[in-house]
């Protein structure tokens, strides 16, 4: 579904909190659904439009690699009319005096994405509950599939890529268990009843490797000079270097599948020898690192295309080209 050209809060007729203050389903009157979220940037922002050229390669990658619907961050004119929202739909449940609070409203990025239907996360099994249980053997089997073993090593191309570390920790960090944020683990269900692992949200806000306007020296001095912050060797590092060895690749990839077939076989409450037969081996590696590699070829082919001139298209961020030569792709 192709995102409106300007989001208009006439066109809405529900509103749907899913996060508090933060993440809002929004039913429009045409019969779509859009979500729109806020995105904390710790920083004021002055020209939301620039804000949306630094981000938008990066959501095409997720689009494109990462089976991620459209998205966008909005602009000033948009973001200025979510205050329509709040007065159409004043429900205090919505929070909306937390989202539009004008004090944060100013550092915050507002993102309007397509809606995906079926989504379930790794949160979504924890804990006692109805279903739980079946959920998690569900979503093992579908980590078990071919098709999505490939898929999880796409995601974490464009994580490293994109310096996203909100999913996964993508470093060399030897961490036994490199999920960061079990709600950013998707899967999909399907009109089948399986389940499809997508990368949805794939940038980190409050890294400056997301923000391609930005060369890789300029972010890694930001990094180091954080305030506050203990900020670690790996942190000054751009993740997407990983894609230059097939090595780093490869560790990563064991790490990650590790982590999240783990979690889904102590959720699914797996007998001793029943963990034994979906235990991940090397045949699954492969496959992962064959995805991640696939992963790394799409967005090169990307990121060379983003860069040709093309007449009437703004010229590619420089931040994209000093990542390229990183990787010597330019």
Known sequence: MALPMIFDPSGVSDVKLLKFGKVYLLSMADGSNLVIKAESQGFQITDRLAERKKMD???QVAQKVASAGSARVMDQLEVKKLAKLQAAFPDPELGWDVSLDPRYNSQTSWLLMEAASGLKNLEDVMGKGDGKQTLSF??????HNKDNLGALGKILAMDCFLGNSDRFIVDDSTVQDPIKNLGNVFFQKQTDK???IIGIDPMDPNSGWAKLDQDILTVTQSVSQQAGRQVSDEMKKWPGLILKSDKRMRDLCKRCLRAVNGHLI???KLSEKEKKTW?????????VEKGMKKGRD???LLARTRIKPKGGRAAAPSGLLSRMQALGWA
Do not use: P, Q
């Not at 235990?279 to 590696?285: A, I, M, N, Q």
């Open 266 to 268: 102590d959720y699914a």
């Open 298 to 300: 799409d967005i090169k």
């Open 57 to 59: 390669f990066g959501f």
């Open 194 to 196: 399986s389940f499809k």
């Open 138 to 143: 569900f979503m093992l089997f579908a980590l």
């Open 279 to 287: 235990d991940v081996r090397g045949k699954h590696f492969d496959l």
